[in-house]
């Protein structure tokens, strides 16, 4: 896929740079910290070596999305990313208490992000960066400062969620940044109960829009009450290999291909 073969020149320089993959959503809630978590799991599970940084100020979320409460210690002023399910990660949510609000201003935003960029992250080949939601200081300051290798842009199937897509898409665009393409989170719901299909949140609506703006389409992942339930108690599907692992590793071969 376009945008990929970057990537692979960053993954097989004899001298490998970290690649650097940001995930980005125009609207919050649509799934972008879970898919985060799982497909930072799921590239771990091909073999390579991830780390995973939370830099969404507005809602941290992996230190519960990952189970782990562990506070990372420094070197050299520099933290030690904490391991979970296979792989190390870093969040801002570690750096304050639970409950605390992160009243900071852009400039501090941006500060805490590159302390986690620049952390001890050994021999990490990959870094996931979980972005807070739309396009606005924390994602310029992480293209100007540390120039992702690419990103992958989250959004339920529905045409509010799309229109402020695009708006990410276009960000990064215009930024120089390929766009790896466009996962579909929230996409189609069978019942438990009946087998039931529906769609709460529309059908199909993320792969036109990616054929519009020229992207590859990644994949769709499930509404799934099984996947939010085992997000909120810290077990990742991605970790597990179970049914609702699927969507994640299909994605992560697709952007490992
Ligand atoms: P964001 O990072 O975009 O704000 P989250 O990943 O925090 O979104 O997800 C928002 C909420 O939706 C969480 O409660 C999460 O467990 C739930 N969720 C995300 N994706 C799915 C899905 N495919 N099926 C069911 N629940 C989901």
Same mark, same amino acid.
């Given at each position: ?33 879970t898919?985060?978590?799982n ?14 940084? %939370? ?18 210690? +420094? ?47 050994? %021999? ?84 036109? +829009? ?11 992942i499930p509404l799934d009450s099984a996947l939010r339930e085992a997000s %909120?108690?810290?077990?990742?599907p ?6 609702q692992?699927?969507a ?8 490992? +291909?």
């Amino acid at each position: 896929i376009e945008g990929v073969k970057d990537i692979r020149i960053a993954l097989t320089a004899s001298q490998p740079r970290r690649t650097l993959i940001a995930v980005a959503s125009g609207k919050g809630g649509v799934g972008k910290s879970t898919l985060s978590t799982n497909l930072a799991i799921a590239i771990a599970r091909t073999g390579k070596k991830v780390g995973l940084i %939370d830099a969404d100020v507005y809602g941290p979320s992996q230190t519960r999305l990952l189970g782990s409460d562990e506070k990372p210690t +420094a070197d050299d002023k520099k933290l030690n990313p904490v391991e979970a399910h296979g792989i190390r990660f870093l969040s801002l949510g570690q750096l304050v208490s639970t409950g605390h609000a992160l009243a900071w201003r852009g400039p501090m935003a941006s500060g805490a992000l590159a302390q986690l960029i620049e952390a001890n992250w050994g %021999d990490a080949e990959i870094l996931v960066v979980d972005l807070p939601p739309g396009t606005g200081d924390v994602q310029l300051s992480l293209i100007q400062k540390s120039r992702p290798d690419g990103a992958v842009i989250v959004s339920t199937p529905q045409a509010l969620s799309l229109i402020d897509a695009t708006r990410a898409v276009d960000l990064f665009g215009k930024m120089s940044v390929p766009v790896i393409g466009l996962v579909e989170n929230m996409s189609g719901y069978t019942c438990p109960h009946c087998g039931e299909q529906s769609d709460p949140f529309g059908s199909g609506g993320a792969e036109e +829009a990616a054929a519009a703006m020229g992207i590859p389409f990644l994949g769709r992942i499930p509404l799934d009450s099984a996947l939010r339930e085992a997000s %909120d108690v810290g077990t990742p599907p991605a970790a597990s290999g179970g049914p609702q692992s699927e969507a994640f590793e299909a994605i992560a071969r697709k952007l490992m +291909a």
